[in-house]
């Protein structure tokens, strides 16, 4: 399977994948997925996911949200939905996971 995992830069320090980003990718990877991690300036607008992802039919995405992106969710779901209407979208990361109940009543099936 081709996998894209997506998270943003949050600290200006930050220049490598997140914790949960390198776990997740590390362990699909090791599964024999074909895995490629993908992260975003934190200054990113919504718009520069497909472009950046773009290329490979993924057969999952998974996206890692952060408290700069709870305004923009709706349009980068949106987004990655439009631009890649087969892939199934995986939300986590602490933003997903605290807003579960929310996401999943609106977003449901992501």
């Known amino acids: 399977m081709n996998i894209a995992v997506i998270f943003y830069r949050t600290l200006s320090s930050q ?3 997140s914790v949960s980003a390198g776990y997740i990718a590390s362990n699909l990877r090791r599964l024999g997925h074909n895995v490629s991690l993908f992260l ?3 200054e990113a607008s919504s718009g520069d996911i ?3 992802i773009s290329g490979i039919k993924w057969d999952i995405i998974f996206y ?3 408290f700069k992106d709870v305004d923009r969710l709706e349009y980068n779901i949106s987004d990655i939905r439009k631009n890649f209407p087969n892939s199934k979208i995986i939300l986590f990361g602490p933003l997903a996971y605290i807003n579960a ?3 999943l009543k609106k977003y ?3």
């Open 108 to 110: 449901l099936p992501v």
């Open 40 to 42: 975003l300036k934190k």
């Open 50 to 52: 497909a472009p950046i």
């Open 101 to 103: 109940n929310q996401i």
């Open 15 to 17: 220049s490598v994948a």
């Open 64 to 66: 890692k949200p952060n």
